[in-house]
């Protein structure tokens, strides 16, 4: 029975207490090594036109996944370690020494290491053949996924775990020469908390820290009113909440408990016994890593929200800009275009609309605050167009629909129906009933340049071009060249039409599929690595719970010895895995809703859809790290007795 | 004389903060013998139990080891003269799970060359005088607390070490298993004339040994020996000590 034998059987017997830990690096590697092959995958990026954005994409996502994945993983050692430290202290006792110990730890962890690195490249190819299918789905890209295997994405995965390892090893051999054996020894007895009383001191932070987090929300949503001082604003928002959550964690949560503990004057239940007055103490000794983990959370929640906010309303985006599938620069260009498609047998409508420049005075239907955008004056530019063009529009004299707002302009701008609205040119006034507001432009940017745009009666239309100022009138009418595909439009017609020797044109399926491609890549990417962020933050809480879970054994075996069911148990403990996993959470979430009012629109045309997607799916997930901690617990607290 | 201790002392805590839990003790242990150390929560038994069996490092004092000085060894040559002179019981037995009783106690073997036969006697002779030979295929958690502790007291025996360290070994067992113990704890120091050191707070436990160390406020407060003397009376001796020290029924 040689040493070596009985380390490599007592390592294998106790290979499923290792299972999370285990998972996780089969996890890190096979997220790793998938999107490395993705990023190193040719005939996908020669099929994107957006391929150096998806690189750059792909690198930074990389960084980022490289900084969790280190994090996660030296995290899942000291705490590995920390289990292990009696049997390290007991091969010291029979006269091991410290090298031979750390040489045992080597071995171990190779097996563990180079084990999960071989599963997780396998899971890592199968992963990235899945996730490329995703992606270019996102991107609306047809591109039948092949099996490339790339050995250079093996070697830079195994490059960066052997990395990995030799952290760890030093990470081992440290805590190996810190630690006495004494400590070692007696370790598994000493806890963390410290139950010291909570004073006025205590009171004051809790106060101070929800204070903090309060007046950083505050200011999140005064940051558009006040744009000359925004970079001044953000940090501050930025410091106020991520210091203030820290100051939540370790004083406040406390507080609070420590509040609902006093109001009970003593009769305390089975649930407090197991959750408020431990959190009380878990969550201080703990505040760091749960500040870690809620903002970065809000962080990973708030990008994937805004990135997805993008990617959701680009169709509209691209709609509300541009009406029409092709819009000319010139009138020879749609008879060019018209002859072609005429050659071709495309069925289309074409469309020539003249728009006159005008100004509104802002009052009445339109109040803005103009201030804050540094705008002179009182007025506010708008395109005119006669109702003539449209037929399903049909204005009275006095009436008027404003039409095509942009959304970074309707943060400032507020229309009241039924109110007056004043067209100006120099002494002449003319007002109009304001009965209805579109999204849809009826200008593409390009003619309206960006501009709100109204529609008239073609009497009143006719009135106001005379009275147009001479300054407007330098400019000459604005006149749209147009064409609809009957038949809807297509990437056929477009590749017909998008000749280099044909004149210039916009294409509304073209700006698209641009946009849809470059959102859904920086979607992915933000989402890959959010993921990536959920699952080892969840994993790093539920090892937490397991580590507390073995701390608490003996409460629960006194607890039943003084005849409290199983059930009870279970329903303190559901209540502490609520707190424990929800407030976190429930921090990460408010943080991301705040960021993302501040400045959704600056991204998109719809707030509330596709993030409360991302919250819950978020959610959800992060759940299951709650669930999977309380069968855990379940299993311990009905072996507790035995 | 196997161990010879001489002035040790023992603080913890920093610079400004500092606990002496060992004011300067001194002490000899012959070989063979069989020596309980007692004394009130807080006296410092542990903590020189610690010391004495290299867990733990003096803050002063020198302790020989048949003639070696352990305070002035390095790490290497602590883990080797663990290896070979010294062997340790807990109150928590600290077996590992995962390996069988007879791999247990095979432990400290396997880490030196010895021939397969060789081992196999030396674990026939533990194993038999403890009565645990018919469990050396079951895992520790399928055998009761006092067979574990016997398992862990025969791991300390195997490898022949020069003094055996206890640390409260009868702590977690009931009175039957306890005496148990401790019977073969006494037969084992009397047939292989192995020297045996143990920390209790059980005058029950106490009695089997032949000196009893009192110790208070980290230093000895007294010394009893049994002499030829019945186990009861020398158990009364020993409660009338523990009695003086102020020390009865006080868990430690």
Partial sequence: ?642 | MILEAKDIKKSYGNRFNRTEVLKGIDMNIEKGEFVSIMGASGSGKTTLLNVLSSIDRVSSGHIQIEGADITQMKDKQLAHFRKNDLGFIFQEYNLLDTLTVKENILLPLSIRNMKKDEVDRQFERVAGELGIHELSGKYPNEISGGQQQRTSAARAFIHQPKIIFADEPTGALDSKSASNLLKKLQQMNVASRSTIMMVTHDATAASYSGRVIFLKDGLVYSTLRRGGRPQEEFYKEIMNTQSVLGGVGVES
């Avoid at chain 1, 109001?263 to 505040?287: E, P, Q, Y």
């Fill in chain 1, 1 to 642: 029975m040689n040493l070596n034998r009985i380390i490599l059987k007592n390592f294998f017997r106790n290979i499923k207490n290792y299972g999370l830990y285990i998972f996780a690096l089969i996890f890190s590697v096979s997220l790793y090594f998938s999107f490395v092959l993705m990023s190193k995958d040719e005939s996908a990026a020669e099929e994107l036109s957006s391929g150096t954005m998806m690189s750059t994409g792909f690198i930074v996502g990389s960084v980022l996944l490289i900084v969790i994945i280190v994090t996660f993983v030296m995290f899942a050692n000291t705490i590995f370690l920390k289990r292990r430290n009696q049997e390290l202290a007991l091969f010291q006792l029979i006269g091991l020494d410290r090298g031979r110990v750390f040489r045992i730890l080597v071995l171990e962890n190779a097996i563990i290491y180079f084990g999960s690195l071989m599963v997780g490249i396998l899971f890592g190819f199968l992963l990235s053949r899945m996730l490329m299918m995703i992606l270019l789905r996102i991107m609306q890209v047809e591109l039948s996924v092949g099996l490339n295997f790339s050995m250079a994405a093996v070697g830079q995965t195994a490059l960066l775990f052997i990395g990995i390892f030799v952290l760890l090893m030093i990470q081992n051999f440290i805590f190996l020469k810190r630690t006495r054996l004494l400590q070692m020894m007696t370790m598994n007895r000493t806890s963390e908390s410290d139950t010291r009383r909570l004073g006025t001191g205590t009171v004051l932070m809790g106060v101070l820290g929800l204070a903090m987090v309060a007046v950083g929300y505050y200011f999140s949503t005064q940051l558009m009113e006040n744009v000359s001082l925004i970079f001044l604003l953000v940090f501050g928002v930025l410091g106020l909440t991520i210091i203030g959550t820290y100051i939540t964690f370790k004083f406040s949560v406390a507080f609070v408990l420590n509040m609902i503990r006093k109001s009970k004057k003593g009769h305390v239940s089975v649930t407090d016994v197991l959750s408020l007055t431990r959190i009380m103490f878990k969550m201080k000794s703990n505040a760091f890593l749960l500040t870690l983990i809620a903002v970065i959370s809000a962080l990973s929640i708030g990008l994937m929200s805004l990135s997805y906010i993008t990617y959701y309303s680009t169709e509209k985006m691209v709609e509300n800009t541009m009406p029409h599938d092709y819009v000319f620069y010139e009138e020879e260009a749609l008879e060019f275009y018209e002859e072609l498609l005429d050659e071709e047998g495309v069925d289309y409508e074409s469309i020539q609309m003249p728009a006159v420049d005008y100004e509104a005075k802002t009052e009445g239907a339109i109040s803005a605050d103009l201030e804050a955008l540094d705008f002179n004056g009182s007025t506010l530019y708008m395109n005119v167009v006669s109702d003539a063009h449209f037929g399903s529009v049909a204005l009275g004299p006095n009436e008027t629909i404003i039409t095509g707002t942009p959304s970074v302009m309707q943060t400032f701008i507020d229309y009241t129906l039924h109110a007056p609205m004043t067209f100006v040119s120099d002494d002449y006034e003319r007002s109009l009933e304001l009965v209805d507001i579109k999204e849809t432009a009826v200008l593409p940017s390009m003619v309206s340049y960006g501009s709100p745009t109204a529609i008239v009666d073609e009497t009143v239309y006719q009135e106001l071009s005379e009275h147009q100022s001479d300054e407007m009138q330098e400019q000459g009418v604005k006149m749209l060249h147009a064409i609809d595909i009957t038949e809807g439009d297509s990437m056929d017609i477009l590749n017909m039409m998008n000749r280099e020797e044909n004149p210039v044109f916009e294409s509304k399926i073209q700006q698209q599929t641009g946009q849809l491609q470059a959102s859904g890549m920086t979607m992915f990417v933000i989402a890959f690595v959010g993921f990536a962020f959920l699952v080892t933050s969840g994993c790093i809480l539920y090892f937490k719970q397991v580590g507390e879970s073995e701390e608490e054994k003996g409460s629960y075996n006194v607890l039943r010895k003084l005849g409290f069911s199983e059930r009870e148990i279970i329903r303190g403990l559901s209540f502490k895995m609520i707190i424990t996993f929800g407030v976190p959470l429930l921090v990460g979430l408010l943080h991301a809703y705040f960021a993302v009012n501040a400045g959704w629109f600056l991204f998109g045309t719809e707030m509330w859809t596709p993030m409360l997607i991302v919250m819950g799916v978020y959610a959800l997930f992060y759940s299951l790290f709650a669930l999977l901690s309380l069968v855990h617990y379940k299993k311990v607290v009905r072996e507790s007795l035995t």
